[in-house]
């Protein structure tokens, strides 16, 4: 059975730090786009940074600059750094998979495995 399990959101105050990650079981995902989407309350859910095998990376807009993606293949883990953080970026954090090899997509419905969701709070 495939999980992905977020870890590392809490509360913290605007222009403070948090470290994101996302361990998978279950299978590996080392040849596939893995990305991090948020969705604040009364929001659609946004791609806001995804990472591909060979290490290309897309970052959204708002988050270029303050957040970075990497991976771990040997832990089959995805991590998201995320420093300077804003009252804005407060929204719950979810790790997902795409299961086609190479190019990362936008869309969530081409994400196949998601975890649960890590809640953050950025207070002004």
């Known amino acids: 059975q495939v999980q992905l399990v977020e870890s590392g959101g809490g509360l913290v105050q605007a222009g403070g730090s948090l470290r994101l990650s996302c361990a998978a079981s279950?299978?590996?995902?080392?040849?596939?786009?893995m990305g991090w989407f948020r969705q604040a309350p009364g929001k659609q859910r946004n791609l806001v940074a995804a990472?591909?095998?060979?290490?290309?990376?897309y970052y959204a807009a708002p988050v270029k600059g303050r957040f970075t993606i990497s991976r771990d293949n040997a832990k089959n883990t995805v991590y998201l750094q995320m420093n300077s953080l804003k009252p804005e970026d407060t929204a719950v954090y979810y790790c997902?998979?795409?299961?086609?090899?190479?190019?990362?997509?936008?869309?969530?419905?081409?994400?196949?495995?998601w975890g649960q969701g890590t809640q953050v709070t950025v207070s002004s």
């Open positions: 997902a998979v795409r299961i086609v090899l190479g190019s990362i997509s936008l869309s969530e419905k081409e994400y196949a495995y």
């Open positions: 279950g299978r590996t995902f080392s040849g596939y786009p």
């Open positions: 990472i591909t095998s060979g290490n290309s990376i």
